[in-house]
């Protein structure tokens, strides 16, 4: 199985760090397939029966901006032309105006989203449920998984529930 998953989210929700462990505990290896220059290869997850390549979606990144069109084109094309979207979100940090952006751009594609609720450290359990429900009502994400990338909680829930999509 193997195929492009595109991780999106404000700022300093985690990305980098779920990508850090995720591809950290496998030997990372670099695709041969042509790499552009706005969707980067951010990292891939290879192991016996799954090679998940990770990439960067510029553009979504950006709601604070006002984007040409061209920029909003780019990172629209991604949405669609990834086998996976993972829209991450801060666990203890309300839905913002940068999280209706990309749930917006998110209506626009067909691509399967899984709702990744990050930093369930820093929350207590029942405000869990809370977050889910606001989610929930936003969007039909395909998975919802919470998770702690910075202490590994649900990781690897998360990616056999990306394994299955691929
Ligand atoms: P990015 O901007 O989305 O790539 O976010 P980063 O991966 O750079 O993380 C931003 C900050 O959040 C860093 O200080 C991380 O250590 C922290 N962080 C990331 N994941 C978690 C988590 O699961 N729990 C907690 N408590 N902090 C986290
Ligand atoms: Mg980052």
Redesign the pocket.
């Known amino acids: 199985k193997s195929g492009f998953v595109s991780i999106i989210?404000?700022?300093?929700?985690?990305?980098?760090?779920?990508l850090?462990r995720v591809i950290g505990q496998k030997i990372a290896i670099m695709s041969d397939k042509p790499q552009t220059t706005r969707n980067k290869i951010q990292g891939v997850y290879t192991e016996d029966e799954a090679q998940i390549v990770f990439i960067d979606t510029p553009g979504i990144h950006k709601p604070k901006h006002k984007l040409g069109d061209f920029m909003m084109k780019v990172a629209q094309n991604t949405l669609k032309e990834v086998d996976l979207v993972l829209f991450?979100v801060n666990a203890?940090e309300g839905l913002g105006r940068g999280d209706e952006f990309i749930i917006e751009r998110l209506k626009e594609t067909k691509t399967p989203v899984f709702l990744v609720i990050?930093?369930?450290?820093?929350i207590h359990p029942d405000e869990l449920f809370t977050i889910i429900t606001t989610y929930k009502d936003l969007y039909p994400f395909a998975e919802i998984i919470p998770?702690?990338?910075?202490?590994g909680n649900n990781v690897e829930r998360l990616l056999e529930q990306i394994k299955k999509v691929l």
């Open positions: 989210g404000r700022p300093n929700v985690g990305k980098s760090t779920f850090n991450m203890a990050n930093k369930i450290d820093e998770i702690s990338a910075l202490q």
